[in-house]
């Protein structure tokens, strides 16, 4: 009788039954190994988020340590991040926006969608004290405009000089609705001059070449020859100097002074993970994350940098006398600032 391959081939199906099961077991529990790992999605601006910039180099170093899945969604710039969570309210999936900075976290503060960090923060190496229970610093900088040395000779020392040059001389600008640059500048012109400051837009107006929703598309109509200057920072040319070897773009010194920028990130009072979202926060002012920051986003680092801050550095042009106007003047006014500008740039 065929006893024994009756036996064995029972054993077959047992085996084949019990791998079955144990796989259909397996794919069950594939969802909810998933679900355990968490997602972390932080806002902020395409510059910040590029393969060039610091996203992909924070994402490794914070997903090493945290167990989890950090996702940066990028919008042209930082104000048009705040614009897409003030829209979405409570159903974003946001957690945290980042690139606020001293000139919008007012605005961010009115909207009521920021909780406090409730973190036991380093001392800062920034241009102010810092005490803000809701926005936490992670770079700065000062704006300037960049030039090119091998087609400008001699740049202008002010924004009188830069008046004063035949109309034919272009510079390109951001938009201060959708770009913190753009806004810096608003910023810069009403600290220097005051109610003086449409006089000084309506001079600069036949020299703007265009206004451009964010940074990126500016800069890169600046190194495509199509402007003779860019509205950017006093850092910019240590991206040329370092990755690049290049020191023909330098950063125009304007003896009046260079208006700071301090940028930030905050945590959303609907973020489903708070707890995650301030271990990010305090990673981001960390050593190790501060190392990323200057060599990608090519700003100045808020704490000490793991391994000091490039020499590179050393070649930028001093931004002193540093200008900064009253927060709360800031968010007062900002409209209405604006709206100064354009009507003289039309």
């Not at 009521?112 to 803000?132: C, Q, S, Y």
């Not at 070649?315 to 600032?337: F, G, K, Y």
Request: charged share 20%; hydrophobic share 45%; proline share 7%.
């Amino acid at each position: 009788m065929p006893v024994r391959p009756m036996k064995g081939r029972t054993r077959m199906v047992r085996v084949i039954r019990t791998s079955l099961y144990a796989a259909a077991l397996g794919a069950l529990a594939l969802p909810a190994i998933a679900q355990d790992t968490p997602t972390l999605t932080v806002y902020t601006y395409d510059a910040f988020a590029a393969d060039w910039g610091p996203g992909p180099a924070l994402k490794e170093g914070f997903e090493a340590q945290c167990g989890c899945t950090l996702d940066f969604v990028s919008a042209e710039d930082s104000i048009s991040a705040l614009r897409r969570v003030q829209l979405e309210a409570e159903t974003t999936r946001a957690d945290i926006v980042l690139g606020l900075d001293t000139a919008t976290i007012g605005e961010g503060m009115a909207t009521g969608l920021f909780v406090e960090h409730g973190l036991d923060l380093p001392a800062f190496d920034i241009p102010l004290d810092w005490t803000d229970e809701v926005f936490v610093p992670f770079d700065y900088g000062y704006f300037a405009f960049v030039y090119d040395t091998e087609t400008l000779a001699t740049p202008p020392a002010s924004f009188e000089d830069l008046i004063a040059l035949p109309d034919d001389f272009k510079v390109v600008i951001q938009d201060p609705r959708s770009s913190t640059p753009g806004l810096g500048l608003i910023l810069w012109i009403k600290a220097l001059y005051g109610d003086g400051a449409s006089d000084i837009w309506q001079g600069l107006a036949p020299h703007v070449l265009t206004v451009t929703s964010g940074w990126s598309e500016s800069y890169d109509l600046f190194l495509s020859g199509e402007a003779d200057m860019v509205l950017s920072y006093t850092t910019s040319p240590a991206y040329h100097v370092i990755a690049e070897d290049e020191d023909r773009y330098q950063a125009a010194k304007f003896t009046q002074g260079h208006y700071t920028q301090i940028e930030v990130a905050g945590i959303l009072a609907a973020s489903p993970d708070q707890e995650l979202a301030r271990e990010f926060l305090a990673y981001l002012v960390s050593p190790q994350a501060q190392a990323v920051i200057p060599e990608t986003n090519w700003m100045y680092p808020v704490t000490e940098p793991e391994g000091g801050l490039n020499p590179g550095f050393d070649a930028m042009i001093d931004p002193q006398p540093a200008l900064l106007l009253d927060a709360e003047a800031v968010t007062a006014n900002t409209r209405a600032w604006i709206d100064e500008a354009f009507a003289a740039l039309q």
